[in-house]
Each structure stands twice: as structure tokens, then as C-alpha cells.
């Protein structure tokens, strides 16, 4: 079935420090991956995406990777500030042209500490 | 522009009511989605419309039902509410089909307390 494996579910980092977080998808036709950012009490807001057909991308202390074979893919945030601290949500493309949806993650509670 | 609208912020229902919630996505926008979000469970989908037509189905209980209007203001109902209900509930309004250069603008969410 079509599923999402997010961990770890919380992390705690000291600020400055790198952050990881990992997921794995179950549908090998997924060719699409979105990363989300939803800070407490708002809505969850797009950071950065990558497809299937790229290895890795970078949006300045962003970056997200991605292993076809292994199916899986990281969200990768270098020198952690305090507003980093959110809930990170990743998520997969599945479905047919028309018909896409998103399978989220369980999402990833980060705390930077000043 | 305006964005995705969800009304009420808050609601809060007794066992076995039912309860409807209201989205408007933003100006242009044919496609609205709805998402269960609860602790431990993350963003879960339920259902997706465009132009009127349900398009897309999660794993709900039929009790969890949605509709779609010409202006694309979508509304969602839930009938027979249970307590395992109470949840955040969101919308997601896309130009069209979601994907690179077309993701998700959420709403804010209705939290539903059911007691």
C-alpha cells in the first residue's frame, strides 16, 4: 500500500549543529517528494521539493536527497537557527496524472537549542 | 492575494453530531484537498475535489464526506461524530494537479474538539 516512514519523530539539536531527518516511501512510481515546514499553530508551508529524476538539491542551508533504489530521501538543515524549530512533514507523489495525492510522513518534531 | 480560508477556526461538538466545515481556496485555484491531522498520525489523507467532482479518496469512514461548489469552495462533513474525531482539520487548494511548480497552499485548519 502506499505509505510514508518519517524519523525520527522528535529531535533536539544545539543551535548551529546539523539536522537530518528521513523517510521512506513504499510506492516506487512515486516521482515526486515535498518537504514541509509547519512551525506551532500555523499551517504547514512548502521548504523545498525534489523529483525523481534529480539526486539532490539545495536551497541555502536546505538540502534534500534522494535514493531511488533505496527509496529513500532526507531533509538535511545545516547551522540550525531557533526558528528552525518546527515540525517537519515529508511527503510522496502517488496516483495517476490527474489524479496525484500526497502521502505524508508522521512528521518530525525539531528543537533547536539556543 | 487571499489565501486558503477555512471556517471556523474552532469548533466543538458532542458525540454523535455531525458538523460541516467550510474551504475556500485561493482566487484561480480548481483543486481543494482535505487532510486529517492528529498527534502521532501526521497529515492524513481524505479526500480531493476539482471542478465539482470528487476526484480523489483517502481511507475514511463514509461518515467523512465532502462536496465542491462552482466558485470551488469546498465543505466537508462529518456525520455521527466519534471522540477519535478531534483532530485538525486541513485544507489544500492547487491550481491543478499538485506536483513541481504546483504544490499545496494550506489553510490554517479548523480545530474540531469533540466531546
Known amino acids: 500500500g502506499e505509505n510514508v516512514e518519517q524519523h525520527p519523530s522528535t529531535l533536539s539539536v544545539q543551535e548551529g549543529d546539523s539536522a537530518v531527518i528521513k523517510c521512506t516511501y513504499s510506492d516506487s512510481a512515486s516521482n515526486y517528494f515535498p518537504w514541509y515546514k509547519q512551525e506551532l499553530g500555523k499551517r504547514p508551508q512548502l521548504i523545498i521539493d525534489i523529483r525523481s529524476n534529480v539526486g539532490e538539491k539545495k536551497d541555502q542551508r536546505i538540502a534534500v536527497t534522494l535514493n531511488k533504489t533505496a527509496k529513500h530521501f532526507s531533509l538535511h538543515i545545516t547551522e540550525t537557527q531557533p526558528e528552525d524549530s518546527a515540525v517537519y512533514f515529508c511527503?510522496?507523489?502517488?496516483?495517476?496524472?490527474?489524479?496525484?495525492?500526497?502521502?505524508f510522513g508522521t512528521g518530525t518534531r525539531l528543537k533547536v537549542l539556543a | 492575494k487571499a489565501g486558503v480560508t477555512q471556517t471556523p477556526r474552532y469548533l466543538i461538538k458532542t458525540r454523535g453530531q455531525q458538523v460541516t466545515l467550510s474551504c475556500s481556496p485561493i482566487?484561480?485555484?480548481?483543486?481543494v484537498s482535505w487532510y486529517q491531522q492528529t498527534p502521532g498520525q501526521g497529515l492524513q489523507f481524505l479526500f480531493e475535489y476539482f471542478s465539482e467532482t470528487q476526484r480523489n479518496k483517502g481511507n475514511f469512514p463514509g461518515r467523512f464526506s465532502g462536496r465542491q461548489f462552482s466558485n470551488s469552495r469546498s465543505e466537508m462533513n462529518v456525520s455521527t461524530l466519534e471522540l477519535g474525531d478531534s483532530a485538525l482539520y486541513l485544507c489544500?487548494?492547487?491550481?491543478?494537479?499538485?506536483?513541481?511548480?504546483?504544490?499545496?497552499?494550506f489553510g490554517s485548519g479548523t480545530r474540531l474538539t469533540v466531546v
Open positions: 511527503a510522496a507523489r502517488v496516483g495517476a496524472s490527474g489524479t496525484y495525492k500526497y502521502i
Open positions: 482566487s484561480g485555484h480548481r483543486s
Open positions: 489544500a487548494s492547487s491550481f491543478g494537479s499538485v506536483g513541481p511548480g504546483g504544490g499545496y497552499t
